[in-house]
């Protein structure tokens, strides 16, 4: 889809889980040429509230085309503040 700005929304990197897909999304954007940034990068513990606002900072902010949630709770917290903020990201 051409995304060049792309944010990762996920879990700490003290979570097993939380390192690797922080590690994965780095490997791709790196693969994809695309320089991770930090400002685009949000790792907390994997809450909704962590999700919520880290979406609200980033999309006044920054303004990523798409974003990543490493995680189930942060996926549904990030697709409900895209509706409700009107962001006409991409959430996978």
Do not use: K
Not at 29 to 44: D, R, V
Not at 57 to 67: D, E, F, L
């Amino acid at each position: 889809l051409g995304h060049r700005c792309i944010a990762y929304i996920g879990g700490a990197e003290g979570l097993s889980t939380g390192a690797g897909r922080a590690r994965g999304f780095r490997t791709a954007l790196t693969a994809a040429g695309i320089a991770p940034l930090s400002e685009l990068t949000a790792l907390g513990q994997p809450r909704a509230r962590f999700a919520r606002d880290a979406f609200r900072a980033m999309h006044a902010a920054h303004r990523p085309t798409a974003v990543i949630s490493g995680g189930g709770e942060l996926i549904l917290q990030n697709v409900q503040q895209s509706s409700l903020q009107d962001a006409d990201w991409i959430l996978a």
